[in-house]
Each structure stands twice: as structure tokens, then as C-alpha cells.
């Protein structure tokens, strides 16, 4: 018997401190890639968020109700795989008991993680995932992007415009939700609005595929008049330059993914002077934005992408819901119930990524821009699309 | 159409070259001691990697640098050298820490074949505990010059891996046929205990054939990371497997095996990719690698024997 009460014991003393200790605390779970396939996503992230933690924390707490809780952030890391994100969420969901996630980021790991979050009735947002099954039909999951199906057209028009693009060649990832998901987006609405044999060549390759010379040989084959590649900074990296080698003079367009803060040390001079579809343009901003930015850059050293300003957003939406809930203590289940209502019910939010609400869905409504990648490798604002 | 199919060749020659140099080391630790070295794929993303930090060094990149600026030609040269030995020490270590004692102790090859897998791992994930997991952007130390001819291009990078991996072969092929050396690694692999009483020193023929698998995978590392200059911890992992499949298909323990399934696998792959739709290259490709194995179970240059991992 003894044997079995000292554990019991110290669970038991464990778990009361942890209470007195936290019992004025918030606990929000972020899971996000800190390893694996787009760690940078996953760093931006969690210095975005840290600088959100340290400016509320700094003040006395997040201010619910007349009274002053601290936040507390934890980070779990999805290592950018599926099965990973389910792990993630779960854990977040059950041990440390967090009233709302922020993430996953990629489409990838947010439809799985998505559907746990739902299922165990826990809100969710994601802050980067464009692919519509995320928040489809799921009432707990929110995001802080806009959707494929806007963003597929986006690419479209702008490219019609900008190269005076007739035919059209895709390559994208086959084993990932997103590139897949925006890759057939684009493939219909651009055959729609150009003619059923537009799309000349419409290629995929695998996970971890560092060679695309068969692809790209068949795509420049088809002389198409620029190349869409909705896929990862990382790889697209390795597609521009293996395209170049093999002759292509043409054009690219890309998507979202691309704006990541190490495209450009990964790519270097091939990047320079392509277009991409994105939900912000950090050079050129203004206002709140600009001086997001500004902080960022003077707390750690480089330009934050699209994913820290979302992931900033993404955030704040939580911290406004519960401000607006109003509930942060009492039966877990039911605060989280009240907050999942309170987001749903912001009208309006004034975010760094622009104005959005949220439709039916838990979709905000928002604009999307199309920066070019200048000389000096900076995004530069081109064009902004609004719905 | 021609075009593009002679393009696909200098393509598929320059992928199916990665999976050879890969597929030379997995199939010479085999040959010696039949031991299939699971860790060979991330020994080479180890190469990869060191090349990567001797050229940086080299190239002035830290502070610590050579205080004279080196062209980038000279760079290479130093690199490859340096990179050969650097990783051939991995490959070394791996075996004196992890295979020997195992084979000291007379374990079966199971779990030596085991070890090796976890040696995989740790490397993979040392790396990444110790760099983080943010990719590595390979410097740039040959200017790309790309050739047109019609509609087809090379660049000089092309041509020189498919050149060089075609040289290193007819190196190794002198080497295992023509030295004395050679002919004991042999010796070893056709019977690893009569050979000790002739007086060969077989754990000296057992290191010098990790240095030579090994240095061939710090090689492979450079020219992969020449040609695809963006490294991460777990490169080695897929193109490790894949060219242990091309080295089987070749017929394991022969090295003229090896050399042509990496091109084997190579050509299958590109091909597979130019004339079906490439959401199916894998399906298929391993298809065609599956009935050769069907037809001939021993490799294209295997012999039967009676023992097998």
C-alpha cells in the first residue's frame, strides 16, 4: 500500500499546486511545424505569438471581465506531418487542457487536425491553411487565411493579365492537401475561363522529390506560357532552378506558400522578378501592419511572412473571443462552448492582414494581394483582390 | 518529340548517377561482409552536409575562415578531397562503434542489419538536433553554363556528374578486379573464415571497404548537393532506400550490379515520368523493378547462394 500512495501523493500535491499556480492563467496550445519539411513556418509562428504573450503579459494579463489573467502559450510541435498533428492536437486537447488551438498552419496537417478539434469540441483556427476542408462542415474551426477557391482565381486573372497567359502548365505536390487542392482549383477555373486544352501539361511528383527534370522536361515541352506552382518555398527552390537549367524562360506564378522569409536564401537570383498570390506585402505596409513588422524585425532580425502576421491575427481573434465570451473559469467544456460562440459572433475584426469576418463556415472574408519578388528579394505589393 | 526524349535521357543519366554512387557503397559493404548498411543513405546526407561546411569554411563563409580569398574551381578541389576523408571517418566510426563489437560477440547478421537502421536514425536526427531543422542553401562553387543544342539543354554540372560517376566506377572496378586489396575484399566475401589463416588482416579489409563505400557516399553528397543545393537532415533518407532497392535489383555484392541499377532505376523513373502521367511514377516504377525481381530474384548480376539476409 505504501508503495502505491507516495505516487498518488505526489500526482495528487502536483496537481493542486499546478491549480494555485495557473489558476489565474489562460492556457492557449499552438501546434505548429517547429521540425520537418517548413520548420521556418513553424519558428515564425511561435516569435509571432511569444511577441503577442509578452506585450499582453507585460500589461497585467489579458483583461476578461474586469479582471486580469496571464497568458499562457504552449507549443506543440506537428513536425509538419499529418498523423503528427492529430498527436499534437490531442495532447493539447487533453493534458494540458488548453481553451482553444491555433493551428496547424499547412492544409496538410489542419484537415486532420481540423476534425480532432471538432470532434472533442475545442475551437480551433488556423492561421495559414487555405484548403476549404478545413473548416468545412466542422462548427469548432475557425481560420485566419482566405480559401483555395479564392485564391485559384486570383492566379488566374492576375496571370491572364500580367503575361497575357493563354496555355498554362501546373506542377504541384501530390501527397499534400494544399498543392493538390489549389492546383485542381486553378486547373478548372483557368480551363474555364481559357478553353478546355489550356492546361497543357498538369504534373505532380512526391514526397521528398529533389529531382523534377522529367516533369519540367515535359511541361517546357508543351510551351505553355507560364508555369503555376502552388507548392512549398522549399521546393519550389529546386523546381526554379532545375527549370532554368533546362532552358525555361518563361514565367512562374505561385501561391501563398511561397512567401516564407527563406525562399529567397534557398533560391537566391532564379526567385527574383516572379509573381505570387499572398495574404499580405510586409514591404510597403502600413499603419498596424507596418508596425507589426517593425517590431518583429527589431526582436529577431528578419522581414516576418505572411504566417507570423496571420499567425499574430489568428491570436488576437482568440484573445477577442474570449474578452467577448467573458468566461474563462468554471467547467471547461463550457467555456470553451462560449468562446467557440464568441468568435463565431465577431462582426467585425480589424486585423494586420486586413478587415475580416467570419461567414457560416468559420471562412473570413478578406482580400488577397499579388506581390513580385524584386531585385533586392524583397515581396513588393502588385495588385489586391478583394471579393 | 526526339527532343525531348534525348533530353530525358541526359536527365535520367544524371538522376540514375546519384543512385549509382549510392548503390556502389550499399553493395560493397554487402560484398564484404554481407551486411546490408541501412545507414548509408544518411552517411551521404553526413557528406552532403560536411561538403557543405568545407566549402562555407573554405570559401571564407565563417570567421574563422582561410584569410585568402579562394576561386570558386580551387574551392571544389579542395572540397572534394576533404569531404571524401571527413565522411569516410563517419563511416568508420560507425563500424568500429556499432558493427564490430556486434560481430566480435558473433551476433546474427539480423541484428547488425538492425543497428544499422538506428545508426540511420540517430544520424538523421543528431543532425537535426544539432543544426536545426532550418534547410541549408548550398553555395554556388562552379558557374552553371548551360548549353543549347535545338531544344535540348545541358548544363556543365550535368555533364559532369554523369562523367564523374561514370569515372569513379572505372575506379572502383580497378580497385576490387586488379589490386591486391581487391582481391582479399574478395577473398573475404567468398569465405570470411578460411581467410584469416592466410594471414590477411581482415578488420584492416573490413575498414578499408566502409572508407571506400563511405567516401563514395561523402562524393555522391557533393555532387547531389551541387546539383539540388538545398540540404535538409532527411535528404537521405528516400534516396538511401531507393538506391538499396536499385543495388538489390542490380544483383547485391557485385559492383557492376550496382552501378547499372542506379541507372536502371534512374532511367525507369525519368521514363515512367515522360510517357505516363507522373502521379502514377512510383506505382509504376516499382513495378517494372518488382517483375525483373520476379523473372531473376538474384539481381541482373547476382549469383544464388544459399545464405541471404
New interface residues.
Given amino acids: 500500500m505504501k508503495r502505491l500512495h507516495l505516487p498518488v501523493i505526489a500526482f495528487l500535491s502536483v496537481f493542486f499546486m499546478s491549480v494555485l499556480c495557473f489558476g489565474q492563467t489562460i492556457k492557449i496550445g499552438f501546434n505548429i511545424p517547429l521540425t520537418g519539411d517548413i520548420p521556418k513556418v513553424g519558428e515564425e509562428s511561435k516569435f509571432a505569438a511569444e511577441m503577442l504573450k509578452e506585450e499582453i503579459n507585460a500589461n497585467g494579463g489579458l483583461l476578461v471581465e474586469g479582471k486580469r489573467y496571464k497568458l499562457q502559450f504552449i507549443y506543440e510541435d506537428n513536425e509538419s506531418k499529418a498523423e503528427s498533428a492529430v498527436t499534437a492536437a490531442l495532447k493539447l486537447i487533453e493534458r494540458d487542457k488548453v481553451l482553444a488551438i491555433v493551428g496547424p498552419n499547412s492544409s496538410k496537417q489542419a484537415v486532420p487536425g481540423g476534425q480532432v478539434c471538432d470532434d472533442n469540441r475545442t475551437p480551433m483556427i488556423s492561421p495559414w491553411s487555405t484548403n476549404p476542408d478545413t473548416t468545412k462542415d466542422r462548427p469548432w474551426v475557425f481560420r485566419a487565411a482566405f480559401l483555395d477557391p479564392f485564391q485559384g482565381p486570383v492566379a488566374v486573372d492576375f496571370a491572364s493579365k500580367e503575361f497575357n497567359a493563354k496555355k498554362a502548365a501546373v506542377l504541384f505536390a501530390l501527397a499534400n492537401d494544399y498543392s493538390k487542392g489549389l492546383a485542381e482549383i486553378f486547373r478548372d477555373d483557368f480551363e474555364k475561363k481559357n478553353g478546355a486544352d489550356s492546361i497543357v501539361s498538369y504534373e505532380s511528383y512526391g514526397d521528398k522529390d529533389q529531382d523534377f527534370s522529367a516533369q519540367l522536361t515535359k511541361i517546357i515541352a508543351a510551351k505553355p506560357d507560364f508555369i503555376f506552382l502552388p507548392n512549398n518555398y522549399n521546393e519550389v527552390a529546386l523546381i526554379v532552378k532545375q527549370a532554368h537549367d533546362l532552358g525555361w524562360k518563361g514565367p512562374f506564378m505561385g501561391s501563398d506558400a511561397w512567401g516564407n522569409s527563406e525562399l529567397m536564401t534557398l533560391c537566391g537570383d532564379d526567385c527574383k522578378g516572379l509573381f505570387f498570390s499572398t495574404h499580405y506585402a510586409a514591404a510597403g505596409a502600413t499603419g498596424a501592419t507596418k508596425e507589426f513588422i517593425d517590431r518583429y524585425k527589431a526582436k529577431y532580425g528578419y522581414q516576418p511572412a505572411d504566417v507570423a502576421a496571420l499567425t499574430w491575427d489568428a491570436a488576437r481573434i482568440v484573445l477577442q473571443g474570449i474578452q467577448a465570451s467573458g468566461k474563462v473559469t468554471g467547467k471547461l467544456k463550457k467555456v470553451r462552448e462560449s468562446l467557440r460562440d464568441a468568435i463565431a459572433g465577431i462582426s467585425e475584426f480589424n486585423g494586420i492582414t486586413g478587415k475580416m469576418r467570419f461567414d457560416d463556415q468559420g471562412d473570413p472574408i478578406k482580400c488577397a494581394v499579388v506581390v513580385k519578388i524584386s531585385d533586392q528579394g524583397e515581396f513588393v505589393f502588385t495588385e489586391s483582390v478583394c471579393p | 518529340m526526339t ?2 526524349i534525348i ?2 535521357i541526359f ?2 543519366l ?2 540514375g548517377s546519384f543512385y549509382s554512387l549510392i548503390a556502389l557503397g550499399y553493395t560493397l559493404v554487402y560484398g564484404v561482409l554481407l551486411l546490408i548498411n541501412f545507414a548509408h543513405g544518411d552517411i551521404f546526407m553526413v557528406g552532403a552536409y560536411i561538403s557543405f561546411f568545407v566549402a562555407t569554411f573554405l570559401l571564407g563563409g565563417y570567421a574563422f575562415g582561410p584569410p585568402f580569398g579562394l576561386p570558386g574551381w580551387m574551392v571544389l578541389g579542395l572540397t572534394i578531397p576533404l569531404t571524401m576523408i571527413l565522411t569516410s571517418v563517419v563511416g568508420v566510426t560507425l563500424e568500429r562503434v556499432a558493427y564490430r563489437p556486434l560481430r566480435r560477440k558473433g551476433a546474427n547478421r539480423l541484428y547488425v542489419v538492425i543497428t544499422a537502421l538506428m545508426c540511420g536514425i540517430i544520424l538523421e536526427n543528431g543532425n ?1 538536433a544539432i543544426l ?4 541549408k ?1 548550398y553555395p554556388e562553387l562552379v558557374d ?1 553554363v ?1 548549353y ?1 543544342f535545338g ?1 535540348i ?1 545541358v ?1 556543365n ?2 555533364i559532369g556528374v554523369i562523367l564523374s560517376s561514370i569515372l569513379v566506377f572505372a575506379i572502383l572496378q580497378f580497385i576490387i578486379t586488379k589490386t591486391k586489396i581487391g582481391m582479399a575484399m574478395r577473398a573475404i566475401s567468398y569465405d570470411k573464415f578460411a581467410v584469416p589463416l592466410m594471414g590477411i588482416p581482415i578488420d584492416t579489409i573490413i575498414v578499408f571497404t566502409f572508407v571506400l563505400g563511405s567516401s563514395l557516399a561523402g562524393f555522391a553528397g557533393i555532387l ?1 548537393a551541387l546539383s ?3 540540404l ?1 537532415p ?2 537521405g ?3 538511401g532506400w531507393k538506391a538499396f532497392i536499385a543495388a538489390v535489383v542490380g544483383g547485391i555484392g557485385d559492383i557492376r550490379g550496382a552501378f547499372l541499377g542506379g541507372f536502371l532505376l534512374g532511367f525507369v ?3 515512367v ?2 510517357f505516363f ?3 502514377y ?2 506505382l509504376i516504377a516499382f513495378t517494372i523493378l518488382l517483375i525483373i525481381l520476379c523473372i531473376k530474384p538474384t539481381g541482373l548480376f547476382g549469383v544464388a547462394k544459399t545464405t541471404k539476409v
Wanted: aromatic share 10%; no cysteine; net charge positive.
Fill in positions: 527532343a525531348s533530353q530525358n536527365n535520367a544524371q538522376w537535426l536545426g531543422a532550418s534547410r542553401s552553371k548551360v543549347t531544344s539543354t548544363t554540372l550535368k547531389f539540388y543545393p538545398v535538409d532527411f535528404m533518407a528516400l534516396i523513373e525519368i521514363g515520368v515522360a502521367p507522373s502521379t511514377r512510383d
